[in-house]
């Protein structure tokens, strides 16, 4: 399960509180593997009663309040370690743009170039802030980063940064196939407009 993975790699960086552990996860590891909070708050239930994590009350403000810190397990660290040693799993492709790009026939031509506008603008931004992540890997201005490498002889911190870089130039590479993709798509568009225009 990869949601339960990435939640114990954060943890590797040091004990935090499962607010903590959500807005690090979209800030890091969530380009990586997207899950919203409402899958992240169960899976830290599950991922406690199965001992992979230990939860503890933390002061909370005032008037005695707490909450709950998660710290990873050496059940947890095992795990990691058989997940890394498992297959990875390929799951069928399902693109909705591509399946609307194979059936353009049934939009017309605005609604057409649409579509591929606006894969073209998700995947500029994706380029972007994937490129944001790299630039703060490479600086160590990444607090959760600061963090993990803290727990590391220093002579491991090439290593491990250079690990992170090359999952996000996975992505990078990636969103750059889509926005090349799109920029043929719409070049495909026109020439089929132009040629569908009668000769004067």
Not at 141 to 150: D, E, N, P, T, Y
Request: aromatic share 10%; proline share 4%; with cysteine.
């Amino acid at each position: 399960m990869s949601l339960r993975s990435a939640l114990l790699t954060l943890l590797t960086a040091g004990p935090q509180t499962g607010y903590d552990l959500a807005k690090n996860f979209h800030s890091s590891v969530g380009f990586l593997w997207h899950a919203p909070d409402s899958q992240i708050y169960p899976e830290l239930k599950k991922m406690q009663a199965e001992e992979l994590i230990d939860g503890y009350p933390v002061p909370w403000g005032t008037k005695g309040a707490t909450k709950t810190e998660y710290a990873i397990t050496e059940t947890g660290l095992q795990y990691l370690n058989t997940w890394q040693g498992q297959a990875v799993t390929y799951r069928p492709e399902r693109s909705e743009v591509r399946l609307r790009a194979a059936y353009f026939e049934f939009a017309d031509d605005d609604d057409a170039r649409a579509c591929l506008e606006e894969h073209l603008r998700h995947y500029q931004q994706v380029v972007e802030s994937v490129h944001g992540q790299i630039r703060d890997l490479k600086d160590q201005s990444a607090a959760i980063h600061q963090r993990r490498l803290a727990r590391y002889p220093e002579a491991d911190h090439p290593k491990i940064t250079r690990f992170k870089i090359f999952a996000y130039e996975g992505i990078l590479k990636q969103a750059e196939a889509e926005i090349s993709w799109a920029q043929d798509g719409l070049a495909m568009l026109e020439e089929l407009t132009t040629a569908a225009q009668p000769r004067s």
